[in-house]
């Protein structure tokens, strides 16, 4: 086993490029709606995202805790990498972008795998069942 990670890099996100489909209306509506609701510039990228979504299939993943939600887009390519009947709960600190998140969510095709909290992660993650 390697002593250091394998870098995400250009060639990864070309591949991803080249062999899904490119980001589709909603997501970049979700993105340009968070840019002028001043949500901070920190998302994931669309060929991060479609490797979230790719992982969550591989892995056949069931139940995920995202801690940071920011405007939701990452909650939602990882449900959409997941069953009908998995979950996905996102853990965000700022009232502002979890509400932001909620409402994009809600609109969204995985509405129904994706609850939201608001509060600091350290405390949330407590509330989590085992």
């Known amino acids: 086993m390697p002593k250091t990670s394998t870098p995400v890099d250009e060639q990864l ?3 991803l490029a080249t062999k899904t489909t490119p980001e589709d209306d909603f997501l970049r509506e979700l993105r340009i709606d968070a ?4 949500i901070p510039a920190i998302h994931i990228s669309f060929e991060q ?3 979230l979504k790719l992982m969550m299939q591989c892995l056949r993943a069931r139940d995920v805790v995202e801690v940071g939600t920011l405007a939701g887009y990452s909650a939602i390519a990882i449900a959409r990498g997941m069953p009908s009947d998995g979950r996905v709960t996102t853990l965000e600190v700022a009232p502002e972008h979890a509400a932001f998140a ?3 969510i ?3 095709d995985q509405a129904d795998k994706i609850e939201v909290r608001v509060g600091h ?3 949330t993650l407590k509330t989590l069942p085992e």
Request: glycine share 6%.
């Open 35 to 38: 840019t002028r609701a001043g």
């Open 13 to 15: 996100f070309a591949f």
């Open 121 to 123: 992660a350290a405390e």
């Open 49 to 51: 995202a479609t490797y």
């Open 102 to 104: 909620q409402t994009w």
């Open 106 to 108: 809600a609109k969204s």
